[in-house]
DNA sequence: AAAACTGTACCGGCTGGACGGTATAGTTCC
DNA sequence: GGAACTATACCGTCCAGCCGGTACAGTTTT
């Protein structure tokens, strides 16, 4: 009974990360930290080792969500897309293909969770921020920008309550999302002068 | 003690809701029944005799935001727009003014948190399914609706966690939406069939 | 018409259990 | 030897739900 054969501090960090989500997503954040230990395979005491508070380990949770989902739009990126919208592009290939492995839906569900507590919705909100600064500067006109972002965050909330809430499979949807990232003629089209 | 002076059994069951929605918004649905109660003028007694259990409470909030948005949504149907996606449009008019008005935005706060309990999950689950049997009866074309519906639901979770996540005024972003049910040219560009 | 009764709508104190956190003693790996 | 745990016991707090009452509005009885 000690150190759980051959893991090191920093992947029992990373399996109690984990299991706080799943155990937070089935169950809420009202969860109990024991059953968030017992998911991990991790005594209690094991646990607050590593977080020495409950509102610790949310906040880690949050954070980390954040991060590898920025990670993943990052290397999404295509290498050979120079145009306009690029990151845009890889932010609408995520979510949506998130979408479907049930991976953003978590850390929505998550984070729409522990919106309520004011630390927590202050780190989304400062990331939201974050985004919103990264992505003005990915070339498209702001119309577009605003509603290509817009569904690619709607459509992963839809996960949250719908599961399948429109009927058009997500592909379809990131198509469109794709194209309007890239057609020109649609941006004229919604362009605000335009009647 | 009694009957509070002159107020129905209705007006209070009201008043409670009301009560609940604004207190579990700000604090989280971890916030105390006595808390609600209090919210509402009325003992943590009195609002167990209407609801008897916190759970029941919490549903039929739910319902009940579930409830007025619909009806929003029908009450915001233009009489004089007789063409394909009056309903759709009627659907992103409200959830973009809510957004403004922070309406649609508690529901959201709310049903998002609450998403982690299985019935109320359920509920919305199937009041998702409901909207897209309608919404697909109202003349877009899938893709369209799709992409309009994904965006007007992203619009006003957005305001869950960022704010002004994207620097546009939501007011243009709603006449993007609309304009993206009007426009046949647009609805051209985005088929399936086009490059 | 007044007394007796009944049901509804509430009040507010209480409690039992759950949960976060602490403490401590022991164990195993580096 | 100290970091990284396990296991167990315990404490204090908090809160949902229960319960015994109370006040009033009707309804029925006399």
């Known amino acids: 009974m000690a150190r759980t054969a051959g893991r090191s501090p920093e992947e029992t960090r990373r399996v109690l990360l984990g299991a706080a989500a799943e155990v937070f997503r089935d169950r809420g954040v009202s969860a109990t930290l024991a059953d968030v230990a017992r998911g991990a395979g991790v005594s209690k005491g094991g646990l607050l080792y590593h977080f020495a508070t409950k509102d610790d380990l949310v906040r880690a949770l949050v954070q980390d969500m954040l991060d590898t989902f920025r990670a993943d739009v990052t290397a999404a990126v295509d290498p050979d897309d120079t145009g306009p919208g690029r990151l845009t ?3 609408v290939r995520v979510s949506l293909r998130a979408h479907d492995a049930d991976e953003v839906r978590e850390t929505a569900a998550l984070i729409a969770q522990l919106a309520a507590i004011p630390e927590v919705a202050a780190l989304a909100k400062s990331d939201a921020r974050h985004w919103a600064a990264t992505l ?5 006109p702001p119309t577009v ?7 690619a965050d709607g459509a992963s909330f839809a996960a949250l309550w719908g599961g399948a809430s429109h009927t058009l499979p997500a592909h379809d949807l990131e198509r469109g999302l794709l194209r309007l990232t890239r057609d020109r003629d649609l941006w004229a089209l919604l362009a605000p002068s335009q009647g």
Chains 1, 2 share one sequence.
């Open 136 to 140: 003005a500067a990915d070339g498209l």
């Open 145 to 151: 920008l605003a509603l290509v972002v817009s569904a």
């Open 89 to 91: 592009r890889a932010y």
